[in-house]
C-alpha cells in the first residue's frame, strides 16, 4: 500500500479513512437517544479504510448512530491499536521533501483531529501550494467515499434500513457484504487498469507484478493482515509491504547471500519501547496525538506534491 500510494505522491500513506451511517430499521424506541443521527435517523456507524482498488483493508461498524467520526475513531480498533503501540509498524520509514519518517498516516476530511498519524486537507487554503494539495487530497479520499457508494448498488441489504431486531445481526449483514464485496474485487482485480497497473506493473508473463494484485497477491497480503477487535476487517500490515523478506529454503545462490547479508527489520524501531507495557501506551499517545508533527507532516507533504505537482495531477484534471 505504502509503495503505491508513493507513486501517486503521498508518500507513507496507508490509504483514506472515513466513516458513513447504516440505517436501523426497526431501532426500539428506548435506543433512539444513543441510535439517532442529528439527520434525524436511526442507525450504526461504519469505519472502513479502502484502497485504490475499493479493497477493505479496515471495518468497524456497531457504534451508536448519535456518535461523530471523532468518537468512533476513539473507539475504534484500528486507532486502540495505535494507541497501544500495536499498530502501525516503526519499521519501515518514508521520505517527504527530503525528511525521513517513520509513523505512517491516513488520509481523512476536515472533521477529524489533527493527530500526527491522520493528514486532513488545509482548513483555509490561502496559497496555490495548499490549494493543490487539498485538490490531491481530496482526490485520494474519494477511494473510501466511491467504497460507500459501491457497496449500495452492488447490494441492495446495504441500501435498505436494516430490519433486524438485534444490533448483532446488523453487524453480521454488513460484515458479510463486505466479505463478499472483498471477493468480488479479488476476482476482478487483475482487469482494473489503475495508474500503477497502466504504467508497467505487469511482467513478461502477463501477471501483475505489484503486490497484491490478483487473487493470488490478495491471499498474500491478506494473510499478512491483522484483524481488529471488532471491525471483522483486515488491516493491511505496511510493514510488510517494504520491508525485506527473510531468506527461504534451498541452495544458497548469489542472490540469497546478499540477502542474508541484510537481516530482517526489527519488530521495534531504535528508541521504540516494547509494545504491550504502559510505557509504549503513554509513548504511542503523545506520538499520535502531536498537534506539531501533523502540521509539519502535512506542510512536507505540500512542498512535495507541489514539486511534482504536473504528474500528480494529471489523472484528476478532465
Known sequence: MMEHNA??????????????????????????????SRKGS???????VCDEDLWIWHLFVGAPGSLNDI?????????????????????????????TCTLPYYLVDGIFPRYAVLVSPHPMPMTDEAKNFNRLQEAFLKD?????GVLTKRFHIALHPGRYRFV??????????????????????????TRRRGAGGTNEGG???????????????????????????????AAAAGGP?????????????????????????????????????????????????????????TAHVWSDRGELLAPYVV
Not at 504502559?278 to 498537534?291: C, L
Open 71 to 99: 468518537n468512533v475513531l476513539n473507539q475504534s480498533p484500528l486507532y486502540l491499536d495505535v494507541t497501544a503501540g500495536r499498530w502501525p509498524p516503526r519499521s519501515v520509514t518514508f521520505t517527504v521533501n527530503g525528511i
Open 144 to 148: 473510501v467515499e466511491r467504497l460507500f
Open 7 to 36: 507513486e501517486r505522491g503521498f508518500s507513507g500513506c496507508m490509504d483514506s479513512l472515513n466513516c458513513t451511517h447504516l440505517e436501523w430499521h426497526q431501532c426500539p424506541t428506548g435506543m433512539a437517544g444513543a441510535y439517532q
Open 245 to 301: 523478506a527473510p531468506g527461504g529454503g534451498g541452495a544458497a545462490g548469489p542472490a540469497d547471500a546478499v540477502g542474508a547479508a541484510i537481516p530482517p527489520p526489527a519488530l521495534n524501531a531504535v528508541g521504540q519501547p516494547p509494545t504491550g507495557g504502559m510505557v509504549a501506551v503513554i509513548d504511542a499517545w503523545g506520538e499520535t496525538r502531536n498537534f506539531t508533527e501533523h502540521e509539519q507532516l502535512r506542510a512536507d507533504l
Open 42 to 48: 436511526r442507525g450504526v456507524v461504519v469505519e472502513a
Open 168 to 193: 448483532k445481526q446488523l453487524i453480521i449483514a454488513y460484515k458479510a457484504v463486505c466479505i463478499l464485496h472483498n471477493m468480488c474485487v479479488e476476482s476482478r482485480r487483475d482487469g482494473f487498469l
Open 207 to 237: 501477471d501483475t507484478g505489484g503486490e497484491g494484485e490478483g487473487p493470488a497477491g490478495a491471499a498474500a497480503a491478506d494473510a499478512r493482515g491483522h484483524d481488529g477487535n471488532n471491525g471483522g476487517a483486515v488491516v493491511g500490515d
